[in-house]
């Protein structure tokens, strides 16, 4: 759990900053939209398999470009 003291005179936006800061850089925001509704396994799986093709493909024209150059 993310929690963020307000050191003294500091003001609450500074501190309301700071907290969503600590949310994004523990993937708070991202965790609660992956959970927001329930995807059967299969759908799992099908998204693991197309991110990891879309990685591949993204590698192979890197490479491509950097071989060119």
Sequence with gaps: MVGV???????I???LRRFKRECA???ILREL???EYFR???V???EKLQESLRR???MRKMAR???YR
């Design 25 to 27: 850089r523990d993937g």
């Design 56 to 58: 591949r493909s993204r």
């Design 65 to 67: 470009r950097n071989y």
């Design 5 to 11: 003291k307000v050191k003294d005179g500091e003001s």
């Design 40 to 42: 059967p396994a299969s």
């Design 33 to 35: 939209k992956k959970r």
């Design 13 to 15: 936006d500074e501190a």
């Design 44 to 46: 799992v799986r099908k």
